[in-house]
């Protein structure tokens, strides 16, 4: 009987006979890891000790710390994850200052916020980016701005209207020859079907008619026009009448009295009325 008390006990008794077989030791809980963090290396002072708790990064960057830079892989896992997530307050409220300043023409501020790296193609909740406000307004500074810094040309708003509508709408010549220059689809300026030949026709028809501009007025809108017409033709390949357009451009810059002027003005107004004939014709 003794001896089967004594095979009870198991290897865990004790060494002498009347010691009795010792509790086992309850089994300890395995440590876990803490939430969100990552495995804290050996000896690395926590809590009191640590004189203040450390947060995620500074955990994460002592960790890091010996194997190096975090990996580039990661990095570009982050900024997919944080795109998708939209931006935070603060990018939201840059944005919007964008639109706001290209459309009260502070040049300065657009400048500051696009050298700071925010977007020029975020739109509002009506799809109007800095572009639609700008080319609205008629200021090229900023539109050529906006597009050194990767504005898109060709952005519809929730109309439909892309930033070379707009500049049409409101006439503004020069605007439309940037826009041009920067991409915008010739097909795309009105959805009527007007094109820059259209505006030029109805800006030379002014001008004709007009009897308070001064020389260096006119002289400026129609240089503008032949500029704005030039960009357009090229981009259609129409590279013949392009050079007829030189051509204009080089007796402009030759004319110095008001009867100079009007007569290349009339010549331009003859040249367009005879483009519009020809692409009326080539559209049936």
């Known amino acids: 009987?003794?001896?089967?008390?004594?095979?009870?006990?198991?290897?865990?008794?004790?060494?002498?006979?009347?010691?009795?077989?010792?509790?086992?030791?309850?089994?300890?809980?395995e440590p876990q890891p803490l939430v969100g963090l990552p495995l804290l290396e050996p000896g690395l002072p926590l809590g009191p000790a640590a004189g203040a708790p450390l947060g995620y990064l500074h955990v994460l960057w002592q960790r890091e710390e010996p194997a190096g830079k975090i990996p580039a892989r990661r990095l570009r896992r982050a900024a997919r994850l944080h795109r998708r997530l939209g931006p935070t307050g603060k990018e939201a409220h840059a944005l919007k200052r964008l639109r706001e300043a290209a459309n009260s023409n502070d040049l300065d501020t657009v400048q500051q916020l696009l050298e700071d790296g925010t977007d020029p193609c975020a739109a509002d909740d009506k799809g109007r980016t800095a572009l639609h406000f700008a080319s609205c307004n008629g200021n090229d500074h900023i539109v050529q701005l906006l597009l050194d810094h990767g504005a898109d040309p060709n952005q519809r708003d929730g109309l439909g209207n892309t930033p070379l509508h707009l500049a049409a709408c409101t006439n503004h010549v020069p605007v439309i020859t940037t826009l041009l220059r920067g991409g915008a689809r010739v097909d795309a300026l009105d959805r009527a079907g007007r094109t820059p030949l259209h505006l030029a026709k109805s800006k030379l028809n002014i001008l004709q008619e007009g009897l308070s501009h001064s020389l260096e007025a006119v002289r400026l809108e129609v240089k503008q026009i032949i500029q704005m017409l030039r960009e357009y033709l090229d981009r259609l390949g129409r590279h013949e009448q392009k050079e007829q357009l030189d051509d204009l451009c080089s007796r402009l810059q030759m004319t110095s009295t008001k009867e100079q002027v009007d007569e290349v003005t009339d010549l331009l107004a003859s040249f367009t009325s005879l483009s519009l004939q020809m692409q009326k014709m080539e559209n049936r």
């Open 1 to 29: 009987m003794e001896g089967g008390g004594g095979a009870a006990a198991g290897p865990g008794a004790g060494p002498g006979p009347d010691s009795g077989p010792e509790p086992e030791p309850e089994p300890q809980p």
